[in-house]
């Protein structure tokens, strides 16, 4: 979808990144903006602090000012927001908004709620391009893309919330104040003039010098969960599946119910599996009730080949897979199998991929796509049947 920007600059400002990037001017519009006239205090003193590694000039803190983005970025008092101003970066031709928020978690929470209802409005690649630039004590959001990388420099770093976004290798990664988030010095964009990614995607299917799908690094991954342990495994995912019900005993971890089909149907090693438990409540008195499987994995080829063949099996019969088969969602030497889809989408969240060996299956951009280890299969956070995760 496309936002109409109202700007008094330039013609060339018609795509502000105000709390992502646009692609091609495409991305949805917070609420509308102000400023308090007269409180430049806090608005002042980010800006001498960005002087020192870009252009910001002419700081204005009214609510007239043309500058500011018409419905692109929170009103003061939304997200803890105090006081908004707005500068100029002079040679970039682009201006950088200011937000000063009296506290700067409620700031992240609201940011992450507006790319969170985004995405679940259909938008699956909001926020990849974030330019939403936290400091301390002030939030930059320029609109020009080498202004973003000129202010990483500093110690402001970009917030990103979509969970399908990925922190190339040699950038930084920090937690934010809020789960689901991460701050980093990596300016994703598609105009050529953000930070140079030497893990450039490729499709998989493409061989050399294929054009490549945003998400996919040319060799192996861009980053995938581990466990050292059960436990451990058990605890990483606990925010996403229901396991107060928890079993490792092999009886019960073999129980399958006509809701809910593992992936795995027999013995756990000869899938390259060193572990596997049930996490839900089993049948018994009353129905099969939130069953899904933890592997940890000694040989993920092995798991990823024999999860393969079974997928492609079931998708024999009709040409789709039933309803109640789980899908196995992998990290680097862990797994997990559920039908849950809401559960899924929290395992996305944590960098969890899906084994897709559907042939001829693609990814729209934004999603991840990943060559796996079991040949004609990929790893991706894209379902067709729900495109939110």
Request: hydrophobic residues 35%; glycine residues 10%.
């Amino acid at each position: 979808m496309r936002i109409q920007r109202t700007l008094a600059t330039t013609a060339a400002l018609t795509c502000l990144a105000a709390l992502s990037a646009c692609k091609g001017g495409t991305e949805a519009a917070p609420p509308a903006a102000t400023a308090s006239a007269g409180s430049t205090g806090p608005l002042a003193e980010a800006q001498r602090y960005m002087r020192q590694f870009t252009s910001c000039e002419d700081l204005g803190a009214s609510p007239d000012d043309p500058r500011l983005p018409s419905g692109d970025f929170p009103e003061a008092g939304q997200w803890s927001v105090k006081e908004l101003g707005v500068c100029s970066d002079e040679p970039e031709k682009g201006d950088i908004a200011i937000a000063a928020p009296a506290d700067m978690k409620a700031f992240q929470e609201g940011y992450k709620q507006y790319v969170m209802d985004k995405i679940a409005a259909g938008d699956g690649s909001y926020g990849l391009e974030s330019r939403v630039l936290v400091g301390k004590g002030f939030v930059a959001v320029p609109t020009r893309t080498r202004t973003a990388v000129a202010l990483v420099r500093s110690d402001l770093r970009v917030l990103t919330c979509n969970p399908t976004a990925a922190v190339p290798e040699g950038y930084k990664r920090e937690k934010a104040l809020v789960e689901g988030c991460v701050l980093g010095d990596f300016v994703n964009s598609e105009d050529g003039q953000g930070s140079p990614n030497l893990q450039t995607p490729q499709d998989p299917a493409g061989g050399a010098g294929a054009t490549g799908k945003p998400g996919q690094p040319a060799h192996g991954s861009l980053g995938l969960p581990r466990a050292a342990s059960m436990g451990e495994l058990r605890k990483l995912v606990e925010s996403s599946l229901d396991c107060s019900h928890f079993s490792t005993d092999p009886a019960t971890v073999a129980v399958e119910s006509i809701d809910y089909a593992p992936v795995v149907k027999d013995a756990p090693l000869t899938w390259g599996l060193s572990g596997r438990a049930l996490c839900g409540e089993p049948a018994g008195a009353q129905r099969a009730h939130g069953l899904s499987w933890l592997d940890t994995v000694s040989d993920m080829k092995k798991l990823q080949t024999r999860a393969k063949a079974a997928q492609l099996a079931d998708l024999k019969e009709d040409g789709r897979l039933r309803a109640t088969q789980s899908l196995l969602l992998v990290g680097e030497n862990i797994a997990v199998e559920t039908n849950d889809p809401a559960a899924r989408f929290g395992l996305y969240q944590q960098q969890f991929l899906y084994l897709n060996c559907v042939p001829g299956f693609s990814a729209p951009t934004g999603y991840r796509l990943e060559k796996a280890q079991a040949d004609g299969c990929v790893l991706t956070n894209y379902e067709p049947g729900h495109p939110v995760g």
